[in-house]
């Protein structure tokens, strides 16, 4: 299995800019996990969703994110506008329901710089 | 609720000497436990997990950890420090509530000098 996998991997963009970051999740999944990681704040659990549909939103910090999952095989975290503060390490994870404790796999992260 | 206290920011051993990452739980079931690692600009990957069979539980890389529910501790250890272990470690316990969600511990920066 490829595992989660995310793109991009980095991007850098200017303050205002809308950002896509996008995720498939592991095959057979049915849940996924998006988290941002900082310096300050660590590592925060933004928001999951249970096949498909959104369960727990409220670690999303502010209206300006918004994220969708159309299909089982993708998902997207968007940012519009973007700001400085929103510079950091959103990372996706996967796992499936009753199987493996509920243990995540996590993707390899998409480093984001807003500048 | 659930939650994980870290005991340690940062961690400095010698390579070649023992290792202990210290993790306190709280949980009002029996819990599921993870130590996750993170390496320099890399995702997380699982060490370890225990679910409530072997109260010692061994991980990948010579990891182990040992479940004491009388201390409600999840200890992580290594009999002897390779350059390669350094790294961030993150305790974690499962969400009781059956949504597959984890709660992470603030993580322990491990520094292995030669």
């Known amino acids: 299995d490829a595992g989660v996998i995310q793109s991009p991997r980095h991007e850098v963009t200017e303050m205002g800019q809308e950002v896509t970051l996008r995720c498939k999740p592991i095959s057979g999944h049915d849940y996924l996990f998006w988290y941002r990681q900082t310096m300050m704040r660590g590592l925060e659990l933004l928001i999951y969703?249970?096949?498909?549909?959104?369960?727990?939103d409220s670690g999303m910090p502010e209206d300006r994110f918004s994220a969708k999952m159309p299909n089982a095989s993708f998902s997207t975290l968007k940012i519009q506008p973007s700001e400085p503060r929103d510079s950091a390490v959103y990372f996706c994870?996967?796992?499936?329901?009753?199987?493996?404790?509920?243990?995540?796999?996590f993707g390899p992260g998409t480093r984001l710089t807003v500048t | 609720a659930q939650s994980v206290t870290q005991l340690d920011s940062h961690v400095s051993v010698s390579e070649g000497t023992p290792v202990l990452l210290r993790c306190n739980y709280s949980?009002?079931?029996?819990?599921?436990l993870f130590w996750y690692v993170q390496h320099p600009n890399k995702g997380l990957q699982l060490l370890l997990k225990y679910t409530s069979a072997a109260t010692l539980v061994k991980g990948i890389n010579g990891f182990e950890a040992e479940f004491k529910k009388s201390e409600t501790s999840f200890h992580l250890t290594k009999p002897s420090a390779h350059m390669s272990d350094a790294a961030e470690y993150f305790c974690?316990?499962?969400?009781?509530?059956?949504?597959?969600?984890?709660?992470f511990g603030q993580g322990t920066t491990l520094q292995v000098k030669p």
């Open positions: 949980s009002s079931y029996s819990p599921s």
């Open positions: 969703f249970n096949n498909n549909v959104p369960i727990d």
């Open positions: 974690v316990v499962s969400d009781f509530s059956n949504t597959g969600k984890l709660i």
């Open positions: 994870a996967s796992n499936i329901n009753g199987q493996g404790a509920y243990e995540q796999y």
